[in-house]
């Protein structure tokens, strides 16, 4: 009887350190910046996948921010705040009604709000003039996608999440071969587990090259 891969999802802890890149650097440069933002807030744009959660986590440690599923009150609102893909939000006056309240309400009690989201701002769809003036008077920051030197090191973080410890021949073979964004190698990453789990063999380049020939990368 076959062994049956089971769909666990790998653990992640917010609390190990970020790992740097020229592709993030400027992100990280201005979590760190804070409190001196302009206007008391910023916008993290990237992928699926590129960090902006893991970056959020950070600042919110540093600032005592709290994570916002809804948008609340101003009244209730807490004095440092992260709303994730807040452009979910946009398009309902009531939604973009009540964020617009809580930017002003943290302008009043100089609080800070860390946004965010898998577009650029320029393509969000927002009703409200005054909340998207408001918007575009925030500093927005892009996380790009990594160059080989930084993808060694992200592909060797995402095999030691699953506790697969792979060589270098392994990842300097995966590398111009990967689909060029975050989800992707995460993706290719759990079917390499997979496969080793179901074939009870270590994470080598034969391995790898049976992924990569029966594997149909996913477009996103």
Not at 37 to 65: D, F, M, P, V, Y
Not at 98 to 113: D, E, R, V
Not at 152 to 165: D, P, T, V
Request: with cysteine; glycine share 4%.
């Amino acid at each position: 009887m076959n062994q049956i891969a089971l769909p666990f999802e790998t653990s992640i802890s917010y609390d190990e350190e970020f790992i740097e890149g020229q592709h993030n650097a400027l992100a990280l440069g201005w979590v760190k910046r804070w409190p001196q933002w302009s206007n008391g807030g910023l916008i993290l744009c990237g992928e699926r996948g590129s960090g902006k959660t893991h970056l959020a986590h950070q600042w919110a440690k540093i600032s005592q921010a709290a994570f916002l599923e809804d948008i609340p009150t101003p009244e209730n609102a807490p004095k440092h705040v992260v709303i994730e893909n807040v452009d979910v939000f946009f398009g309902d006056e009531s939604e973009e009604e009540k964020i617009f309240h809580l930017l002003n309400h943290l302008k009043q009690c100089a609080g800070s709000i860390l946004l965010t989201t898998q577009k650029n701002p320029m393509q969000w769809f927002i009703k409200l003039p005054d909340l998207q003036s408001r918007m575009r008077a925030l500093p927005a920051v892009d996380i790009t996608f990594p160059d080989d030197d930084f993808l060694h090191i992200l592909l060797a973080k995402y095999f030691a999440n699953r506790q697969l410890i792979v060589g270098s021949d392994v990842l300097d073979y995966l590398c111009p071969r990967l689909e060029r964004s975050f989800f992707g190698v995460q993706t290719l990453v759990q079917r390499i587990d997979e496969a080793a789990l179901l074939s009870h063999r270590a994470v080598t380049l034969p391995l790898v090259r049976d992924v990569l020939q029966n594997s149909v990368l996913p477009n996103e």
